[in-house]
């Protein structure tokens, strides 16, 4: 219980007025009308989360919900106990039983996120101030909406990302599937000690030195574009990390030749990646969107025991490399070459397939042209020190400097580019770092095999059961089969992948004539690809 005296309701003039902690936090003079020009003000876009800290007496409230756009919603949110309770006793009925209406008593940037979930998809948040009482918390509140606005800004970045590569990605889980018994999937290594995570970025050629120095009290994790580099300098990595799901990254393993790394490639990514690495294979699960379809996956292997590691969406090989070495190693983390920069003329280190290729195409007329035209695009952006970055590199790093476990365990090995949330080191810093850990760095700790048997049922089982969705569908949507509308809706929204390259993905649940056009094809392809792959399979 707070030892706070109570907030004070009195009687003003032009209505109730509220103090508390000495201040007044409406108006002594007609403490109302503020509070409803505030209201009357508000954005009118469409699909707005309006976060109202501190909602008090309710002033502008009802105002506030009958000026705000289609599709959008209030989040009411106290940090204060005293003024949370004063604020659930004065709530209007109307608005408590207003499902676009929602009042939270918390100070967790955490609750708040869950909280704006659970009302719908927005496409901005916007802090709407009715009262004083925001200024007696204002830097929580100002970093609830801060959150808010990231969270929404990052869900729309990965829907925008859905539609141009979520065909791709179903694609390839489907394949992976039906491949994990040939692929012999082991569970994934531990890595004692320190581990340098290698991204590609130019920076990289600085820590090579120091990496070769102190080799043998490193764990490498390499992205797989770092792959080239690495090896040209003698470094073979203990895992190199693969998260891309289109087959452009193949050119990174051609270094490799007979050399056996182990690998770690995420269920999206392209089969193909998997067949050009002779090491170990290891898989992560990352949820690239809320999808029934991928939980129904993930179920499955997890009740087959098929050895994976679940990752949260993070788009860059570099940050999702960096979230795996601290879920394997328990150790310090350091970084080198996750730039999300580059320099002007040179966007990757040397020995990268990018580089390389543009070394092939150099004669006296023709200069590292494709670097000199990334370099020179109109979306660039320059830092300080001489670099350049974009919006989109800008968001990655800001994942690992911001996201969940932003700065835990991290430190920065770079000399320049963006903060990604870990200390600075140099080399000689870094160094005292290693002297200080243990003195015998074990080996990667190889983990048991899984059943191979029962997880390739498995993924007949996956396999077949969706087979069986989509041929309801596509019986019923052929008018072969009378379906309820409410089976019919949950069968569409349970095959989410159908329409993960739909603009209006939205609209699902709603059953749009224009959205089941466009749908139809959908359920025949996957029916038919579905069919070769548990023919392949032999599964009938």
């Known amino acids: 219980m707070s030892d706070r005296e109570a907030p004070l309701v009195f009687e003003t003039p032009g209505g109730l007025s509220v103090e508390y902690r000495g201040r007044l936090l409406y108006s002594a003079r007609m403490p109302a009308a503020l509070p409803v020009r505030i209201a009357a003000a508000c954005d009118r876009g469409p699909s707005r989360l309006h976060l109202v800290p501190s909602p008090l007496l309710w002033y502008g409230a009802r105002e506030l919900l009958g000026s705000m756009g289609p599709g959008s919603a209030l989040l009411f949110v106290e940090t204060d106990p005293l003024l949370a309770a004063l604020a659930r006793e004065r709530m209007p009925p109307e608005l408590a039983e207003d499902l676009r209406v929602s009042f939270i008593e918390t100070a967790s940037i ?290 690992l400097a911001e996201g969940e476990g932003a700065g835990r365990g991290l430190y920065d090995l770079r000399s320049k580019g963006p903060s990604i949330g870990g200390r600075r080191l140099d080399q000689a810093q870094a160094g005292a770092l290693l002297d200080a850990q243990p003195a015998k760095i074990e080996s990667p700790t190889r983990q048991p095999g899984c059943d191979g048997s029962k997880v390739g049922g498995t993924a007949r089982s996956i396999l077949s059961g969706e087979a069986s969705r989509l041929e309801a569908l596509r019986l019923s949507m052929r008018g072969q089969r009378i379906l309820p509308r409410s089976e019919f809706r949950r069968l569409v929204l349970e095959s989410d992948y159908l329409w993960w390259g739909f603009p209006d993905q939205d609209r699902a649940a709603e059953l749009p004539q224009d959205f089941l056009n466009r749908l139809v094809p959908q359920v025949e392809y996957w029916a038919y690809r579905l069919g070769r792959l548990m023919e392949a399979a032999g599964t009938s």
Not at 114 to 131: D, H, I, K, P, Y
Not at 164 to 188: T, Y
Not at 257 to 263: D, N, R, V
């Open 110 to 399: 955490a609750e708040i996120v869950t909280a704006a979930r659970r009302m719908g998809n927005f496409r901005s948040c916007s802090l709407v101030q009715l009262s004083g009482g925001p200024a007696l918390d204002a830097q929580a509140y100002e970093a609830m909406a801060s959150a808010l606005q990231s969270e929404f800004e990052a869900s729309w970045r990965n829907r925008a990302a859905l539609m141009v590569l979520g065909p791709r990605w179903a694609r390839n889980i489907f394949d992976n599937i039906a491949a994990l018994e040939s692929l012999g999937i082991e569970r994934m290594p531990s890595l004692p000690g320190a581990v340098l995570v290698c991204g590609a970025g130019p920076s990289l050629e600085e820590a090579l030195p120091f990496a070769r120095s102190r080799r043998a009290e490193l764990r490498l994790v390499a992205c797989d574009t770092a792959l080239g580099t690495l090896l040209a300098s003698g470094l073979e990595p203990d895992l190199v990390i693969c998260l891309e799901g289109q087959a452009h990254n193949l050119a990174d393993f051609t270094c490799l030749g007979s050399k056996a790394i182990p690998l770690v490639a995420d269920i999206s990514s392209h089969p193909s990646s998997f067949r050009a690495v002779r090491g170990r294979k290891h898989l992560t699960f990352a949820r690239i969107w809320p999808s029934p379809f991928l939980s129904r996956v993930e179920s499955a292997l997890v009740a087959s025991g098929t050895p994976f590691l679940p990752m949260p969406p993070l788009g860059s090989v570099g940050v999702h490399a960096v979230h795996l070495a601290r879920a394997l190693s328990d150790g310090p983390i350091l970084a080198a070459g996750l730039d999300f920069s580059f320099e002007l003329g040179k966007t990757h280190a040397r020995g990268c397939p990018s580089l390389l290729a543009e070394e092939r195409r150099l004669n006296r007329l023709t200069r590292w042209q494709g670097q000199y035209s990334v370099s020179f695009r109109d979306r660039n952006l320059a830092l300080d020190g001489g670099r350049l970055t974009d919006p989109t590199l800008l968001s990655y790093a800001s994942l």
